[in-house]
């Protein structure tokens, strides 16, 4: 299992209820500090410029506390094994 501090460039699955209670969302994590994560994705910045009316040459970024954070998710490379596949499942 990697850190947040080592998913740092990388793409990661986040929960934002300010967002969407409930979808997933696919952002960058560009940096970690103590109380929370910078992220950048184009579909929420398209979300918060529509609501504010306003348009952006460049894709900011946002800083999300992790108060503010349900859950994130990193796509691992590693095998995933499951009882089932493996056969040693109860019934």
Same mark, same amino acid.
């Given at each position: 299992? &990697? /850190?947040?501090?080592? =998913?740092?460039?990388?793409? @990661?699955? @986040?929960?934002?209820?300010?967002?969407? $209670? *409930?979808?997933? $969302?696919?952002?960058? =994590?560009?940096?970690?500090?103590?109380?929370?994560?910078? @992220?950048?994705?184009?579909?929420? *910045? $398209?979300? %918060?410029?529509?609501? =504010? &009316?306003?348009?952006?040459?460049? *894709?900011?970024?946002? %800083?999300?506390?992790?108060? $503010?954070?349900?859950?994130?998710?990193?796509? /691992?490379?590693? @095998?995933?094994?499951?009882? &089932?596949?493996?056969?040693?499942?109860?019934?």
């Amino acid at each position: 299992m &990697k /850190s947040l501090s080592e =998913l740092v460039g990388q793409e @990661i699955l @986040i929960v934002i209820p300010f967002v969407h $209670q *409930t979808n997933l $969302q696919v952002v960058k =994590l560009l940096s970690v500090e103590a109380s929370g994560i910078w @992220i950048q994705n184009e579909q929420i *910045t $398209q979300g %918060f410029l529509a609501n =504010l &009316k306003l348009h952006a040459a460049k *894709t900011p970024i946002f %800083f999300v506390p992790f108060a $503010q954070i349900r859950y994130v998710m990193d796509a /691992s490379e590693e @095998i995933a094994l499951s009882e &089932k596949a493996l056969g040693i499942s109860n019934p």
